[in-house]
Nanobody, 123 residues
Framework: QVQLVESGGGLVQPGGSLRLSCAAS????????MGWYRQGPGKQRELVAR???????NYADSVKGRFTISRDNAKNTAYLQMNSLKPEDTAVYYC?????????????????WGQGTQVTVSS
């Protein structure tokens, strides 16, 4: 089907920046939306940012003005630029994508998750 691989996580000081990448691969027919979610310690997974193929973008209120989601359609890759990071941004960040993949002569819906990348904001 479709596999997602995230990269770019790490340890950063408060106020710093990180850029996450999510590369999709496989028998992709089309990707309708790509997004980033996160799960902090003892918390539920929550939406961070989501971008549809039509250009609609949603951000969590907590990251508006600090995070920017973008996508390179030619590379089937999504990015999350995170600026002015705070300790409360510490979490495992997961990439999510949905669309359709080739299945023989037809196409089928897919919804895939990446394995997650750790982001730690600490001094």
């Amino acid at each position: 089907q479709v596999q997602l691989v995230e990269s770019g996580g790490g340890l950063v000081q408060p106020g710093g920046s990180l850029r996450l990448s999510c590369a999709a691969s496989g028998s992709i027919f089309r990707i309708d939306a790509m997004g980033w979610y996160r799960q902090g310690p003892g918390k539920q997974r929550e939406l961070v940012a989501r971008l549809t193929s039509g250009g609609n973008i949603n951000y969590a209120d907590s990251v508006k003005g600090r995070f920017t989601i973008s996508r390179d359609n030619a590379k089937n890759t999504a990015y999350l630029q995170m600026n002015s990071l705070k300790p409360e941004d510490t979490a495992v960040y997961y990439c999510n994508a949905g669309g359709r993949f080739y299945s023989g002569t037809f196409s089928q819906d897919f919804a895939s998750w990446g394995q997650g990348t750790q982001v730690t904001v600490s001094s």
